[in-house]
């Protein structure tokens, strides 16, 4: 997609919204595979006598910090968006091509949210003052999150060519 003044940046609601989503979506997930992890049925592991059971071994660490991360990275290398973007209809690309990020853009993009958090979520509220939409961990890692245009799109892209 090529970006340029008629380019539709996803604001600070539609984002957040998109967060939200991906937050019950990746919290579900999670849910059935630390069930199976621990055996224990539906939510069950979250009761205080099981929680110890997988918060000092490798289940623990490996899936809420590193699971997470490598999901998150692998939807937006290989789709543009998390499953919360694209039910919002919005894309993360590279700011300068307009192309979906690579993965060293992409492991930047994440580790900028903390980043953004870290100064009271000021690099999170930036996006709705940013005249890109662009909070800092865009700007660390170069890029934008644009409102998805059919209209916009070539017709090789259309086609299913290389975005």
């Given amino acids: 997609m090529k970006l340029d003044d008629r380019t539709v940046y996803a604001g600070f609601w539609r984002r957040l919204a998109a967060f939200a989503l991906d937050s019950v979506l990746f919290g579900l997930f999670m849910s059935v595979i630390l069930s199976a992890a621990t055996g224990q049925p539906g939510l069950r592991w979250f009761s205080a006598e099981s929680w110890p059971a997988i918060a000092y071994d490798w289940e623990g660490p490996a899936l809420f910090q590193g699971l997470p991360f490598v999901l998150t990275v692998a939807f937006w290398v ?24 690579g993965v060293g853009q992409a492991v930047v993009r994440y580790l900028g949210y903390i980043v953004s958090a870290l100064p009271l979520l000021l690099g999170f509220a930036w996006i709705a003052w940013d005249r890109r939409k662009q909070g800092f961990h865009d700007k660390l890692a170069r890029t934008v999150v644009v409102v998805e245009d059919a209209s916009r799109h070539t017709l090789e892209e259309l086609a299913g060519g290389t975005p």
Avoid: F, N, Y
């Fill in 78 to 101: 290989g789709w543009g968006a998390t499953p919360g973007k694209l039910l919002m209809g919005c894309q993360v690309l590279d700011a300068r091509t307009g192309t979906r990020p």
